[in-house]
Each structure stands twice: as C-alpha cells, then as structure tokens.
C-alpha cells in the first residue's frame, strides 16, 4: 500500500521560530511536492522536487525553503514563520509526470503561527 | 490569471441528478488532467485522468476535455449523498511537468 507521511498532523509555532515539516515517501517516487490548501484558494504549489538535491519554486515559495537529500524525504523549512503562514501544508509525491500518473497525499499538516 | 481556474461553488444537486464540475486551464502546452476528490478533512485522492481530447468514462464519472477550448468537465451521474465532496481540477503545467491545482469546487448532493 502506498504511503505518504508527513512527520505532524498538528503545530503550533511561535513567530520567528525556524520551523521544518517533514515528508516521507515510501514509493521510491521521483517527484516531491509541497502545497499549502487555503479556503477558497485550493491547493497552491511552494516547491517541488523532480530530483534527489533537484528543486523547483512553485507559486508561492516566498518564505519557505525545501532540503531534499534522500530520494525518500522531502522538507519543507519555514525560515522565520510568520502569521501568514497558518495553514493547512499537503506533501505529495508521484512517479515522473507523464499523462497517468497520480500523486499520492500524506494526511497534511496544519500549521498555526501564534 | 490563475493557471487553473474552478467555480468555487456550493454547486448543489439532488439525490440521482447529473452533477457537472467544470475547469479551464491557461497553458496550452498542459498535455494532462486530473480531478481529484477531497473530503473534508482529508487529502485529496485521485479520481481520474484525461489526455486525450473527448469524454473518459469510469463507472458513474466522465471526464471531458477540449484542448481547443482549455476546458475540462467531470460529471458524475447518479449523484449520491456520499459524492459530497471538494473536487479539484489539476493540470501538468511547465518545463518541468508541476501538478498544478484549481482552487477546487465544493458539491453537495442532497437527498
């Protein structure tokens, strides 16, 4: 069975904190992603990974960085977490992108900044 | 422009009636579709694909795509009480192939 986990289901940080939420894949997936899903914005792409130490900004990536050192594990490091970085995080993983692949979901991790 | 753009909803059907979720998408270079469905509380899960341009039939959901008109449908027929969902449109976009997603639209099937 395939299995995306993803290190917490709940957070609580404080503003300023350097906070790292954590992904891991057990499907030998090449790709990695990393979403933030916000009322009425649906799912929005801050990184992915196409490769081991390979990343790419997505939409959003203001704020965040990713480490990507095992094929296995994918980070998601919030640099200085602010108020605007509540949300509900979804880590996401899929083989090489091509018309039928899907991509498999941990169960996300919602964050709040106090 | 949004990449890909939903109806946020509620779109709101009865028990048994056709329900239609439509997506349209900017990059014409977008070569695949997706629709996943998400409960609340829980991550989304894929329903079906589409690449190829006409309707994809898997039990009660078709997929339609039209590459000319950048539009992707999903109907779900017999609609039940437990298709009540969020269902997101997601498309393959850029040189290196990002899954990129719609902001979703909420359906609600009432008995």
């Given at each position: 069975?395939?299995?995306?986990t ?8 404080r503003?300023?904190e350097k ?5 891991v ?15 009425g ?11 081991v ?11 965040y960085?990713?480490?990507?050192e095992?094929?296995?594990r994918?980070?998601l490091?919030?640099?200085s977490?602010?108020t605007?970085q ?15 692949t899907?991509a ?5 991790t919602?964050?709040?900044v106090? | 422009?949004?990449?890909?753009e939903q109806?946020s909803?509620p ?10 979720l439509?997506?349209t998408?900017s990059d ?5 579709f997706f629709?996943y469905?998400?409960y ?5 899960e ?5 690449y190829s ?9 078709t997929?339609?795509?039209n590459k000319?008109s950048?539009?992707?449908s999903?109907?779900i027929r017999?609609?039940?009480?437990s298709?009540?969902a ?5 498309a393959i ?5 990002k899954l ?7 359906l609600?099937?009432h008995?």
């Amino acid at each position: 069975d395939v299995k995306v986990t993803q290190s917490s289901r709940y957070l609580v940080k404080r503003t300023g904190e350097k906070v790292f939420l954590e992904c891991v894949q057990d499907m030998d997936h090449e790709n990695m992603f990393w979403y933030r899903q916000d009322p009425g914005l649906g799912l929005r792409l801050i990184y992915f990974s196409y490769d081991v130490k390979m990343k790419e900004k997505g939409d959003i990536p203001e704020g965040y960085s990713v480490s990507r050192e095992k094929k296995e594990r994918f980070s998601l490091i919030l640099e200085s977490a602010s108020t605007n970085q509540t949300s509900m995080y979804l880590c996401a993983s899929s083989p090489p992108q091509t018309g039928d692949t899907e991509a498999f979901f941990g169960q996300g991790t919602r964050l709040t900044v106090v | 422009q949004k990449e890909v753009e939903q109806n946020s909803g509620p779109l709101s059907v009865p028990e048994g009636a056709i329900a239609s979720l439509n997506c349209t998408y900017s990059d014409r270079g977008s070569q695949s579709f997706f629709w996943y469905r998400q409960y609340s509380g829980k991550s989304p899960e894929l329903i079906m694909f589409i690449y190829s341009n006409g309707d994809k039939e898997d039990g009660r959901f078709t997929a339609q795509l039209n590459k000319a008109s950048q539009y992707v449908s999903l109907l779900i027929r017999d609609s039940q009480p437990s298709d009540s969902a969020t269902y997101l449109c997601a498309a393959i976009s850029g040189g290196y192939n990002k899954l990129i997603f719609g902001a979703g639209t909420r359906l609600a099937v009432h008995p």
